[in-house]
């Protein structure tokens, strides 16, 4: 076995995803730990999660015959912490405590680097970091102006794969990513199209809660002026609103299922409404890819598509027809999150990954 060993720790709601990776970037274990209802039951709050999750990786790498002192980088998902550039940044003390107090609001993805520094300090030598989460902010002070001081564009977005696959197709093309210009559109659950500009994000929809295309399950961009008046209507109470904007829009609203793959098979088997619907979907994000051009001032050296929708060969279609015009169109199919966050420590272990600090 290649020694030192990258640990890539991912928490999610109901799950914990670990991955072992080598320094050649191969992969050694993985494994996706399910949690029941059952099982979360006693937290009341996800932090003190963390112990419980911490012990049940430590076992499942002991089945893996993974020796855990051969682990020298454990990368855990970034949470909700402060806006902060792209990288990747060591666990301290200043990003622990915003972990633990959920800066931007408590998610399960919080619990990353919680973990990794606990498994890290019982490994001599060993380092903990989080890398690209997304509030990752990189944007331009332009891209920040709404339209009225009482709103503020801001930047969440799929930042790790976003920027994985950016540095990745950068690579195989022989360029470096801080020298080129690329709009990536990641196509998954939540839609995000980011401007980047020799390394930077200057510009992307907030993909969480209403910003950009509409996706499998949010509404993206809507008419704020209808919104207004349904919000006042007393139809619906704010935790209403929120769903449907967030969970219970975009496919799911219209064709009441969030699964792209199901639609493109009620699509390619003749109906018409999934087909309507569908392809509006791949016609706003094309109107998103078009409005990063313009960010970048017709500067571009690529367009890259990926996330799970993109394994979709008609929907890529639709959108390469209306944007190929702008620059070559890369297709990258799925979100490998443990490779992300493997990407990181390996380039750190390679002494090619800056590590930031946190404050």
């Known amino acids: 076995m290649s020694k030192p060993l990258v640990l890539a720790v991912n928490p999610g709601s109901t799950s914990t995803k670990i991955a072992v990776f080598d320094i050649h970037s191969h992969k050694l274990f993985q494994k996706n730990i399910k949690h029941s209802a059952e099982d979360l039951a006693p937290f009341a709050t996800i932090t003190e999660q963390y112990e419980f999750r911490k012990n049940i990786i430590l076992k499942e790498l002991e089945i893996g015959e993974i020796l855990i002192d051969d682990i020298s980088i454990i990368v855990g998902r970034g949470g909700l912490v402060k ?4 990288g990747m940044y060591e666990v301290n003390d200043a990003l622990k405590a915003d972990l633990l107090k959920g800066v931007l609001g408590q998610h399960a ?3 990353g680097g919680l973990i990794a520094d606990d498994i890290a300090k019982s490994i001599e030598g060993a380092k903990a970091f989080i890398a ?9 002070d332009l891209a ?3 339209g009225h001081p009482e709103f503020q564009r801001i930047s969440i977005f799929h930042a790790l794969n976003q920027k994985a696959i950016a540095k990745t197709h950068a690579k195989a093309q022989g360029n470096d990513y801080n020298e080129i210009n690329l709009i990536v559109a990641h196509l998954g659950g939540g839609i995000s199209v980011g401007a980047h500009l020799k390394g930077m994000v200057i510009d992307v929809n907030q993909a969480l809660d209403g910003d950009g295309p509409f996706s499998p399950e949010r509404t993206g961009s809507l008419p704020v002026g209808a919104v207004a008046k349904m919000c ?5 109470t704010h935790d209403q609103v929120k769903k449907m904007i967030t969970g219970q829009g975009g496919l799911v609203a219209y064709l009441d299922t969030n699964d792209a793959l199901e639609v493109e098979n009620r699509v390619k088997a003749g109906d018409e409404k999934a087909r309507l619907f569908y392809e509006a979907m791949a016609y706003q994000i094309s109107k998103e890819i078009g409005s990063c051009a313009a960010v970048l001032k017709g500067e571009v050296d690529g367009i890259l598509i990926t996330g799970g929708v993109a394994y979709d060969k008609m929907f890529v279609e639709w959108i ?5 015009f702008i620059a070559p169109v890369f297709v990258y199919p799925g979100e490998d999150e443990m490779q992300a966050l493997a990407f990181n420590g390996i380039g750190f272990l390679k002494g090619e990954a800056e590590v930031k600090i946190y404050s």
């Open 83 to 86: 806006p902060i550039p792209s």
């Open 132 to 140: 690209d989460p997304v509030v990752v902010d990189e944007m331009c």
């Open 144 to 146: 920040r102006i709404s």
């Open 232 to 236: 006042f209507s007393g139809k619906y």
């Open 109 to 111: 993805s919080n619990l």
């Open 320 to 324: 390469k027809e209306r944007v190929a």
